[in-house]
């Protein structure tokens, strides 16, 4: 591990951004015994197993953590309860994009061969229509396209790069996805952006009569929102700290007004 421990009595809290698909679950569990810990994982199948074992970690060692604390899962997953809550669907839908997701961009640039690499997440425009008239029970894969964009290595194997793409469990396989192979000049002029979308939608009908959720996200940077969204935990880590409510938690579980000061739940409430 990077982070020298004979520090650990001078940081209070370590936050951790790696990659959900590599990294980020290993490096949180290696620090949580030491330190209290904020991380941006991201891969929604994983995050029940991932919680219950932060939660072991946390209690034995009288620490602090808060996982999924980006925007999705994070403050997302606080939009679908409101969603669920207000409108009575069966179902809630969230539709992220078009946008560059970073999770599945840092697990194409760790594919043998890769140079660089950027994952465009591209909901289809049919099933928002769909969510919008209609209570509909629908999957990732139903909502989503993925477009890839990658520029080999010269020696890559392209067929290789390709099959490993559209086979990596939890992340691509299952979907509708494109790979497209570009030179290295063609990335850097075209795909340097960092922006993102996300829409929650929730629909019921009863009784010809429709109540409708529908909440619009644009992020011109996704790096930067991540990071502000797992700083504004900083200040729940304190409150649990001082309490003595050691363990793991999620956004959902965090109440908003740990997040802000007195004078920002005053003007808000």
């Given at each position: ?5 004979s ?6 809290i ?22 209290n ?64 997701s ?17 994952q ?49 469990e939890?992340y ?8 497209n ?32 959720f529908d909440?619009n ?17 900083i ?14 938690y ?20």
């Amino acid at each position: 591990m990077f982070l020298e421990f004979s520090i650990k009595d001078a940081i209070d809290i370590v936050l951790v951004a790696t990659s959900s698909h590599s990294d980020a679950a290993s490096d949180s569990y290696e620090l949580l015994p030491r330190f209290n810990v904020i991380d941006s994982f991201d891969n929604h199948k994983k995050l029940p197993s991932h919680l219950s074992r932060l939660k072991s970690l946390a209690e034995e060692n009288e620490r602090v953590a808060i996982t999924a604390a980006g925007w999705d899962p994070g403050l997302l997953s606080i939009v679908r309860a409101m969603a669920k809550i207000s409108s009575g669907a069966e179902n809630v839908n969230t539709f992220w994009g078009a946008g560059k997701s970073l999770g599945h961009t840092s697990l194409l640039m760790n594919i043998e061969g890769v140079k660089y690499a950027v994952q465009y997440t591209v909901p289809k425009d049919e099933f928002i229509t769909l969510s919008k008239n209609k209570d509909a029970a629908l999957s990732d894969a139903d909502r989503h396209f993925r477009e890839c964009f990658i520029v080999p290595e010269e020696w890559a194997d392209r067929e290789k790069i390709e099959y490993t793409v559209k086979n990596t469990e939890g992340y691509f396989k299952g979907y509708d996805i494109s790979v497209n192979f570009i030179t290295e000049s063609e990335f850097l002029l075209k795909h340097n952006k960092d922006f993102h979308r996300g829409r929650v939608i929730a629909t019921q009908i009863k009784d010809q009569k429709k109540t409708a959720f529908d909440l619009n996200l644009e992020i011109p940077s996704n790096a930067a929102f991540t990071a502000r969204i797992m700083c504004s935990y900083i200040n729940a880590i304190d409150y649990l700290q001082n309490h003595r409510l050691f363990g793991a938690y999620t956004p959902l579980d965090i109440p908003l007004s740990y997040l802000i000061t007195e004078s920002e739940y005053n003007s808000i409430v």
